[in-house]
């Protein structure tokens, strides 16, 4: 389960499966370049630059595998900092097979999942939350789960990270200098200054842990329940958004559309609708109030999307309706139905503050409000525009986070009890080692297990 | 349809489709290079070297797609033979969505299936016959499929088709010469010569045409038959074949194991068990014999595994069964249940000159051997070892050697009528034409959209 850290040459092939133009295989190691040097005859491998280019057959023991580009990468100016090699073949699943086939038996052996990523960070080409960063950006399916992965691999998250732990330094250097001193009953920093010093810290990490809802709604799509009256017209607001964005989210492969959920991406957010039988059918769920799995859903939605229509719902029935939400969750009221609505009959007022719009759904008319709606309930004012604030999405970081938030509030009741600085070590102590843990400096062989097992072959 | 030969700068995704480590995205034509540079400004690609590559950022209108490693090839030094750029990406449909995306953008238009190696072939990177065998290459799940493919993309073929061309041609400088005499009615070459001439390359052309019964069983897998009454272990020997196979089958992906039949490599051969419910069970046979489509399966098989029980069948039932199959398919007799037999009861003698093995598919004895005959039974003598001879796997390269036979045929009928040598000369034409159709010398547009069309996008 856990990757032990082997420095020998492993190979994978990194390019999906299935038949293609090209296939990849990598390999990466010490003699990574040794090794291929033996099944490629055209050059030798051994005196050429890094960063070159090389076509030529591939032979292992007289048998032609294919004919093939090579890349040659020196360490440590390779993605994993070894000795690198990239031969990329025809796309053809029986040659990748063969060529895997002939690489381990010259003594190259089969990578872990990740493993190349792995061996990047051990190598310190990237920390810990870079390459963490590696496998989000592969799985991201909409703009805004890819901006907040390229951001994190490309260090803004780490860089967040030290400044944080450059504060906290700094603090434990202040109590330290009182330490030194503590003998001749001086406050260098009176105590009160060092409260600030702290808080200014709690709040920044305090930001960084809050953005996690955020963060974790980007990286696995918005769920949203869209709950109301029989009629009301739910699937016909969920096709009125699918069928106008279904070009969009089936142009990208891969997405994968579980068989309660619609996926669609709305101004590069993913949203997931969620169906409730309970809440499709408000009747039943009324009947059914006692059954915890259906709240459970209304619980996890990120939003309650509550679907009314405009001619029959009385504002007593809305209000009824409304009051059954009670929770954390966002709630968007939509009257639907204007098109057949009397013109001289004028909306009524919910009575609410939550945000509301009429539509319809038929029609197809005011969606794009609708959808602004979505968007805004969201409030990403501090994601947009792209990459100008941190957000956490990894639940890892998140819990280091809090992590580090109660250590804080630890160090902080010490001050104020005026607990000498030598007793505050301990708490100051787990907080850097919780900062650490999210970059990596502090790890486990079960961390990374963890971590690096969820990859794909050949990352 | 056709895919018209345009001059300007083309784009696909050339990994299969889905989520991997890598993807990339192959560019090619006048405007490669300067194009993607636009893209890159970590580097000014105009000015480095072909066949290096480059690690940066893609940046299109202020927004980061990702970080990629950059190929660049100058023409002619390229695939394609034209300037080209490959982008290595993290393998996400998302990036490689957005990547596309913003080729378009700057004027990049999609490629069409097999554009690159159509480009290759107008270039004159390769002939017609190579440019078709890397299509094959990609498809090959066998290792003879694969071994064919790849003499036939690295020129084998086509070095066979222009020596046959210059004999043919040596034959019309020939007769051409006695033409350019004719009035001074001499016989340069007496007709005799010319008639032996013309006999090297019929029978050569004819050995070419005659591969392709074999070399169409490489490639599209050859087709088996097990029959046998009811009871006789048909289901046992299948999964006794499979069994011991199907680790090596399921190793590859991408292998499609069509309802209908069981596929399995045997000796680097791919077989196609084809299930004939009017095999399966010899009574229906009888009963069904009039329906055609029964008889066309056996008729389409490369081979009838005739299994029958040995402790039950009796010499003349046996002989019963194999004067059904009529046709020229070849046959194998496999005795099944010497597990069961009598000790003291020798096996009788079938009084067929058919290659046939006693076997227990149930306690999987002599499975070896009945692979073996199945291998055999190819006459696979002038394809092993791999390479030495040339094998026709491609209907259309047949059919044009067919045209070859008939001109030839007819070039012989002439010159045994003494018919002057200006009379010859269509005949010779049509089979220099239809050589030269092989090898794409000479080609249509529908010839090309029919070949291209086939091919993967990004190949």
Same mark, same amino acid.
């Given at each position: 389960m856990v990757p032990t850290y082997r420095k020998d040459t492993i190979a994978a092939i990194a390019t999906p499966q299935g038949i293609g133009a090209l296939g990849i295989v990598r390999v990466s190691g010490p003699d990574a370049i040794v090794k291929i040097n033996g099944l490629f005859p055209n050059k030798d491998l051994e005196t050429i630059k890094s960063h070159t280019l090389h076509f030529g057959p591939i032979i292992h023991e007289g048998e032609l595998i294919d004919e093939v580009l090579i890349s040659v990468f020196r360490a440590p100016h390779s993605f994993t900092g070894e000795n *690198?090699?990239?031969? *990329?073949?025809?796309?053809?699943?029986?040659?990748?097979? /063969?060529?895997m086939e002939a690489l381990a038996a010259i003594g190259i052996s089969p990578a872990e999942p990740g493993e190349y990523t792995l061996r990047a960070y051990l190598n310190g080409r990237m920390d810990l939350s870079q390459a963490e960063a590696v496998a989000d950006l592969i799985a991201a399916e909409s703009k805004a789960a890819h901006d907040t992965a390229m951001q994190q691999m490309r260090g803004g998250f780490s860089l967040k990270i030290k400044e944080l732990r450059a504060q906290l330094l700094y603090f434990a250097s202040l109590i330290e200098l009182e330490l030194d001193f503590a003998e001749e009953?001086?406050?260098?920093? %009176?105590?009160?200054?060092?409260? $600030?010093?702290? %808080?200014?810290?709690?709040?920044?990490?305090?930001?960084?842990?809050?953005?996690?809802?955020?963060?974790?709604?980007?990286?696995?799509?918005?769920?949203?329940?869209?709950?109301?009256?029989?009629?009301?017209? /739910?699937?016909?607001?969920l096709n009125a958004l699918l069928n106008e964005e279904r070009a969009l989210v089936s142009d990208i492969p891969g997405t994968t559309r579980d068989s309660i959920e619609d996926v669609l991406v709305v101004d590069g957010i993913k949203f997931r609708f969620i169906d409730t039988a309970g809440i499709r059918d408000p009747a039943e769920t009324i009947e059914r109030m006692g059954i915890a799995r259906t709240f459970e859903k209304i619980k996890e939605a990120d939003?309650?999307?509550?679907?009314?229509?405009v001619n029959t719902t009385s504002p007593q029935m809305l209000r009824d309706d409304i009051e059954t939400f009670e929770g954390k969750n966002k709630i968007i009221l939509v009257?639907?139905?204007?098109?057949?609505?009397q013109e001289d009959k004028a909306p009524f007022e919910t009575g609410f503050q939550f945000p509301s719009v009429q539509?319809?759904?038929?029609?197809?008319?005011?969606?794009?409000?609708?959808? #602004?709606?979505?968007?805004?309930?969201?409030?990403?004012?501090?994601?947009?525009?792209?990459?100008?604030?941190?957000?956490?999405?990894?639940?890892?970081?998140?819990? #280091?986070? $809090?992590?580090v938030l109660m250590a804080i509030d630890q160090i902080r009741a010490g001050l104020q009890l005026h607990i000498t600085g030598d007793l505050l070590a301990a708490d100051?102590? #787990?907080?850097?080692?919780?900062?650490?843990?999210?970059?990596?400096?502090?790890?486990?062989?079960e961390i990374l297990g963890n971590i690096f097992g969820k990859f794909c072959i050949g990352k």
């Open positions: *690198s090699v990239e031969i *990329s073949c025809h796309g053809s699943p029986y040659i990748l097979q /063969k060529l009953d001086v406050e260098f920093a %009176d105590r009160g200054t060092l409260i $600030n010093l702290l %808080d200014t810290t709690y709040m920044e990490a305090a930001k960084l842990a809050a953005s996690f809802q955020l963060g974790n709604a980007i990286k696995s799509g918005v769920k949203v329940v869209i709950a109301g009256r029989p009629n009301a017209g /739910k699937s016909t607001l939003i309650i999307v509550y679907l009314y229509d009257g639907n139905k204007i098109d057949s609505a539509i319809s759904a038929k029609k197809g008319l005011h969606i794009d409000a609708f959808k #602004s709606l979505l968007i805004q309930s969201l409030d990403l004012a501090h994601v947009m525009p792209t990459g100008q604030e941190t957000i956490v999405t990894n639940i890892r970081h998140f819990n #280091s986070l $809090n992590h100051i102590k #787990s907080a850097l080692r919780s900062m650490a843990e999210i970059t990596g400096e502090i790890t486990s062989d």
